[in-house]
C-alpha cells in the first residue's frame, strides 16, 4: 500500500532532489506513490500549495515565512522540514549593461562593491541624460532573488525602489524578457542564467554565493497542517529527497542526473547546461569564460538540507528592511518557527549542522536576537537616507 502525493515544482535544477527521489525509486522505496506537477509561477505553487491541491512543494524559501506571517496572500502556516538548495542564483545583465558597468570599474573581479557602486554611476548618468530607469527581474516578492539583488544595489548606493524598476518574471520567462529588451537584468536561478548566456543575450555578473556565502533558496515546505496530520508520511518523503540530493551531488550520478533533468517534462534544457551547473562550472559570457566555484548551489554538502533558523531570521530582516512587514518579536518567532530542523533530525536520525553565521559582502554582522540594531546598521550609500524601520 502507498500514499499517493502531488507535489509541485518549478522547472530549476534546484528541483534535483524531488526529481530525482521519484526517478531513483526513492520514494517509492519510502512507501510513496509521488506526481510531480510542473508550474510556471510561484504564485501557483504558493497557491495549491496553501489550498491543499498541492500536499507538498519545491518553494521559495521566504514563502513560507511570508505565508506564515500572512504577508502578500491569505495567512496559512507553512513548515520547511528540508533544504533543498543553498545557494544557486546569480545576476545577469545585458551586454550593453554589462559594458557600461566595466567602463566604471578598473577590472574583472568578481567584486559586488565595485559592480554595485558602477551601477550606481551609471544609474545617476542615465537619470542625467532623462533616460528611463534600468529595469531588472526577479522571481517573487518573497524571493531571494529580490534580496540579493536589493542587497547588492543598496550596498552601492542604489535605493532599488526609486532608482531603478524591479519586476516580477516567472524563471523560464527571464531570457526572453533581457532578448526583447523588456528589462536590462535579473537574478534567477539556474538554468536560465546560462541560457541567457548562451543565447547570447545576457552576461553573468555575478553568483548569489558571491552576495551572500551560504543562502537558503529552496525547501521542501508543506502546509503545518499537514504535516502535523501526517507525520510518518512527511519523515518518508523527508528522507527520500535527502537521499536524492547525495545522489545528484555524486560526481559519478552527474550524468545521468543531467540527462534526467533535461527532459522536457522536468527542466526542458539541453543536459549539457545542467551539468555545468552541478559541476559548478559555468559559462558566464557568450564569449565562452568559465567560472568554476564550488559553492554555486550545494544541496547536500556542507549541511545544506539542514532548516536553519538563523536563515529564517535574515530573510524576515529583509521583509522588514523592505518594509514588506513591520519588526515585532512574535514576528521574528514565526519566521524562525518555520524552518523545522526539528522535523528533519526526527526523519532522519541525525542533527544537521549548527547554525552558521550570516556572511554577506558588505553590511554589518548580522545578529538574530536583535534585528533592529542589525537593520539600523545598514545604510544606502554615501548621501542617501537611512531606510525608516517599522515597527509595532
Not at 230 to 246: I, S
Request: charged share 20%.
Amino acid at each position: 500500500m502507498t500514499t499517493p502525493l502531488q507535489i509541485g515544482f518549478i522547472p530549476l535544477i534546484d528541483a534535483a532532489g524531488l526529481i530525482v527521489a521519484v526517478e531513483k525509486g526513492f520514494t517509492e522505496a519510502e512507501g510513496l506513490d509521488v506526481t510531480l506537477v510542473r508550474e510556471v509561477s510561484w504564485s501557483n505553487v504558493r497557491d495549491k500549495l496553501n489550498i491543499g491541491l498541492f500536499d507538498a512543494a519545491h518553494l521559495l524559501a521566504p514563502v513560507p515565512i511570508a505565508s506564515s506571517l500572512g504577508l502578500g496572500h491569505i495567512k496559512v502556516p507553512i513548515v520547511a522540514p528540508l533544504n533543498l538548495s543553498l545557494n544557486g542564483n546569480a545576476i545577469t545583465v545585458s551586454p550593453a549593461l554589462h559594458a557600461a558597468i566595466r567602463t566604471e570599474i578598473d577590472d574583472d573581479r568578481p567584486d559586488p562593491m565595485a559592480t554595485a557602486q558602477a551601477l550606481s554611476r551609471v544609474v545617476a548618468t542615465r537619470r542625467r541624460n532623462g533616460g528611463e530607469p534600468l529595469t531588472f527581474g526577479m522571481t517573487f516578492p518573497f524571493s531571494t532573488h529580490n534580496y540579493q539583488l536589493r542587497f547588492w544595489m543598496a550596498a552601492g548606493g542604489i535605493d532599488p525602489d526609486e532608482d531603478v524598476r524591479l519586476v516580477v518574471l516567472p524563471p523560464p520567462f527571464m531570457v526572453d524578457s533581457i532578448a526583447s529588451g523588456q528589462i536590462d537584468g535579473f537574478c534567477v536561478g539556474a538554468p536560465w542564467n546560462s541560457i541567457g548566456v548562451d543565447r547570447g543575450v545576457g552576461q553573468i555578473l555575478h553568483f548569489g554565493s558571491d552576495i551572500m556565502q551560504r543562502a537558503a533558496e529552496k525547501v521542501l515546505a508543506t502546509r503545518q497542517l499537514w504535516a502535523e496530520k501526517n507525520p510518518q508520511t512527511l519523515a518518508a518523503l523527508v528522507r527520500a529527497v535527502f537521499r536524492a540530493a547525495e545522489f545528484v551531488e555524486a560526481a559519478e550520478n552527474r550524468d545521468e542526473v543531467a540527462r534526467m533533468l533535461s527532459r522536457n517534462e522536468y527542466i526542458g534544457v539541453d543536459a549539457a547546461v545542467v551539468m555545468r551547473t552541478l559541476e559548478g562550472r559555468l559559462k558566464i559570457a557568450p564569449d565562452g569564460a568559465i567560472r568554476e566555484s564550488g559553492r554555486y548551489m550545494l544541496l547536500a554538502k556542507e549541511d545544506a538540507s539542514t532548516p536553519d533558523p538563523v536563515q529564517a531570521a535574515w530573510l524576515y530582516a529583509q521583509m522588514v528592511r523592505w518594509r514588506q512587514t513591520p519588526v515585532s518579536a512574535e514576528g521574528l518567532k514565526t519566521a524562525q518557527g518555520v524552518f523545522r530542523s526539528d522535523l528533519y533530525r526526527a526523519a532522519l536520525g541525525r542533527d544537521g549542522g549548527p547554525s552558521q553565521a550570516i556572511s554577506t559582502f558588505a553590511g554589518p554582522a548580522f545578529d538574530p536576537g536583535n534585528i533592529e540594531a542589525y537593520l539600523a546598521g545598514l545604510r544606502l550609500g554615501p548621501g542617501k537616507p537611512e531606510i525608516p524601520l517599522t515597527t509595532k
